[in-house]
T-cell receptor, first 115, second 114 residues
Framework: DQQVKQNSPSLSVQEGRISILNCDYTNSMFDYFLWYKKYPAEGPTFLISISSIKDKNEDGRFTVFLNKSAKHLSLHIVPSQPGDSAVYFCAARLPSGGGADGLTFGKGTHLIIQP | DTGVSQNPRHKITKRGQNVTFRCDPISEHNRLYWYRQTLGQGPEFLTYFQNEAQLEKSRLLSDRFSAERPKGSFSTLEIQRTEQGDSAMYLC????????????FGNGTRLTVT
C-alpha cells in the first residue's frame, strides 16, 4: 500500500510559467512533509519542507501548500526555469519517537521545462 | 561544503558474492539513514542510526543485509550472497536529528548484480 502518491509520472511546462506538482498521502499521522529534486546519477536534493501545523511555506521561487483535510500537498515553482527540469519527489515523515523515523517517498514526477 | 559521501559510486558483482558500501555523513549530523531506489520508484527506507545505535530496520532489510556505524561516524552496508533483485541504487542520508529536519542525501552507490 502506497502511503504517499504522486499520480503524475511526468509534467511538461513552458519556461517562465508556473509548475505545479501534486502529492497525496493516506496516513493522517504524517506531520512533516518535504520535496526533493533529483537529477540523473545524483542523490535527491532537499528543496523545501512544511510542518503539519502550517498550510504554506515559501522559499524564493518555491512554495509548498498543505491541505490536511484533503491529505494533499503541492509544490509551486514560479517562474519555471530550464534548470528545474528534474524528477521531483514528495516525502512524508511520522512524528519522531514513534518509530518509522525514515521518510516515505512517492514515486516521483518528471518535470520537463520547455524553452 | 562537505556533503554526504558514498563509495564506491558503482559496483558490479556476480550473483552470490558479498559487497560492502561505505557512507560518510555530514560531520555534525548524528542520524544516518540507508535507502534503496529502483527504476521508476522513490527511495525506500532500509534502516537508520542515531549515533552508533541502529534504531530501526525496514522489513525490506533481509537477513542478508547488515549495516553498522561503529563509532557513530561513517557507516557500512553489507549485502551477503547477492541476488539479481538486489540491483538498485543504494542511497545514504544524514540529518541533525533534532526535531523535524531534512535528510541530506549522498549520490548513491549503484549496484549491478550479474
Amino acid at each position: 500500500d502506497q502511503q504517499v502518491k504522486q499520480n503524475s509520472p511526468s509534467l511538461s511546462v513552458q519556461e517562465g510559467r508556473i509548475s505545479i506538482l501534486n502529492c497525496d498521502y493516506t496516513n493522517s499521522m504524517f506531520d512533516y512533509f518535504l520535496w526533493y529534486k533529483k537529477y540523473p546519477a545524483e542523490g535527491p536534493t532537499f528543496l523545501i519542507s512544511i510542518s503539519s501545523i502550517k498550510d504554506k511555506n515559501e522559499d524564493g521561487r518555491f512554495t509548498v501548500f498543505l491541505n490536511k483535510s484533503a491529505k494533499h500537498l503541492s509544490l509551486h515553482i514560479v517562474p519555471s526555469q530550464p534548470g528545474d527540469s528534474a524528477v521531483y519527489f514528495c516525502a512524508a515523515r511520522l512524528p519522531s519517537g514513534g518509530g518509522a523515523d525514515g521518510l516515505t517517498f512517492g514515486k516521483g514526477t518528471h518535470l520537463i521545462i520547455q524553452p | 561544503d562537505t556533503g554526504v559521501s558514498q563509495n564506491p559510486r558503482h559496483k558490479i558483482t556476480k550473483r552470490g558474492q558479498n559487497v560492502t558500501f561505505r557512507c560518510d555523513p555530514i560531520s555534525e549530523h548524528n542520524r544516518l539513514y540507508w535507502y534503496r531506489q529502483t527504476l521508476g520508484q522513490g527511495p525506500e527506507f532500509l534502516t537508520y542510526f542515531q549515533n552508533e545505535a541502529q534504531l530501526e530496520k525496514s522489513r525490506l532489510l533481509s537477513d542478508r543485509f547488515s549495516a553498522e556505524r561503529p563509532k557513530g561516524s561513517f557507516s557500512t552496508l553489507e549485502i551477503q550472497r547477492t541476488e539479481q533483485g538486489d540491483s538498485a541504487m543504494y542511497l545514504c542520508a544524514s540529518s541533525r536529528g533534532q526535531g523535524p529536519s531534512p535528510l541530506h542525501f549522498g549520490n548513491g552507490t549503484r549496484l549491478t548484480v550479474t
